[in-house]
């Protein structure tokens, strides 16, 4: 079952007696899931799981469900704040089917890993499923003054100093159901232990839905700092030029994507004036062969596309993997990325405070 098929299951969009069937075995598999999940975190509210504290400064960046929340964009947007700081971080990554050795350049890096490494830098990125051992590795080789923790919400081995989750404004509880019956991670409880949660993609939802979900945010942790935020774009970039937003505008645009959220990037190219002409959706993480490529390269050409637009996420496995079907002219329609940067709305001030908090060290680990 395929990511979309599998969304328009829990969300209950799919009828019938088998769908039916299916969402009712996925509840019981659900069960399951929240008894070893509850379990692990009662184990470690009472420390009878081990953590480690490392002797700098641990910011995390995580989200609750599953999927693309916008947390990418985030870190980056911090890693630059402290940059500008003249604070040395490194962002500590799991990965995903990245490379073993976390030394390699930024064309071995995979999804995000190599995003961090083009976007940012001055800063180290550190590939390691150990957070733990990634952790002495920025600290004690590339002398990090403090330490961004990718996707760190459920990774509790690491005592951190301040906790940041992403939430999604187009979809923020993920069907309000638990892994797999729906797409939470933990259950909403666990919002609790965080310190502070940034909504993304605010301009993509009404008002209304934005105070709902602030309103049952604040129900849950009534101390929780809340920001709202967009994924502002910032250009299209080909292998040669950068194309302007307005420039965008009136083309018609050929779409694909494997990312946790694709209805977001469809919207967002609507948004920005362009005309769809046509789209093609793939898993998120998929790695793209050349047969792929051609294949996107005749439906953009049948639909008269003046350009095939993707993510900077998919452009960066593209490139690395089978990025020749670009560069050397196979296409007939231009390939371009979407380069979008993270804006505050409001409450960034409140955000930036828990951080210079950190850095005081008026925040003590947790």
């Not at 964009?73 to 990554?93: D, F, G, M, Q, S």
């Not at 993920?174 to 919002?191: F, H, I, N, T, V």
């Not at 083309?251 to 694909?256: R, S």
Request: include cysteine; hydrophobic fraction near 40%; charge should be positive.
């Amino acid at each position: 079952m395929d990511q979309q098929t599998y969304r328009k299951l829990i969300s209950g969009q799919r009828g019938g007696l088998r769908a039916a069937a299916l969402r009712l075995f996925l509840r019981a598999a659900s069960g399951f899931y929240s008894i070893a999940i509850g379990l692990r975190s009662f184990l470690y509210s009472r420390g009878w799981l081990k953590v480690h504290r490392v002797n700098v400064p641990v910011i995390s960046i995580g989200n609750i469900t599953t999927g693309g929340t916008g947390k990418t964009p985030l870190v980056i947007w911090l890693c630059n704040l402290l940059h500008e700081k003249n604070i040395a971080c490194a962002v500590l990554t799991r990965g995903y089917k990245a490379a073993k050795n976390s030394k390699l350049k930024t064309q071995n890096y995979s999804d995000e890993p190599a995003i961090f490494a083009e976007s940012c830098p001055q800063t180290k990125v550190i590939v390691n499923p150990d957070r733990i051992a990634g952790a002495a590795e920025a600290v004690d080789r590339f002398g990090a003054k403090i330490l961004i923790m990718d996707d760190g919400f459920q990774h509790r081995r690491l005592v951190r100093d301040l906790d940041i989750i992403t939430i999604d404004a187009m979809l923020p509880f993920g069907y309000d159901k638990l892994l797999p019956a729906g797409l939470l991670r933990e259950s909403l409880k666990a919002l609790k232990r965080t310190d502070a949660a940034v909504i993304t993609r605010c301009n993509q939802v009404s008002n209304l839905k934005l105070a709902q979900i602030e309103q049952k945010l604040k129900f849950i942790n009534p101390h929780l700092a809340i920001a709202k935020s967009i994924h502002q774009p910032i250009c299209a970039k080909t292998i040669d030029e950068e194309i302007s937003v307005e420039g965008l505008k009136d083309k018609k645009i050929f779409a694909f994507c494997g990312i946790g959220n694709p209805a977001a990037f469809s919207k967002t190219i609507e948004q920005l004036g362009c005309q769809l002409a046509g789209s093609k959706i793939y898993d998120d993480h998929y790695h793209y062969s050349s047969n792929d490529i051609a294949d996107i390269c005749e439906r953009a050409e049948d639909a008269e596309a003046d350009l095939i637009l993707t993510t900077q996420k998919d452009w960066t496995k593209i490139t690395s993997g089978c990025g020749f079907a670009i560069s050397a002219g196979q296409s007939p329609v231009l390939f371009a990325y979407l380069a979008i940067e993270l804006r505050f709305v409001s409450g960034e001030e409140k955000i930036r405070r828990l951080i210079e908090n950190v850095l005081a060290g008026t925040i003590s680990g947790k």
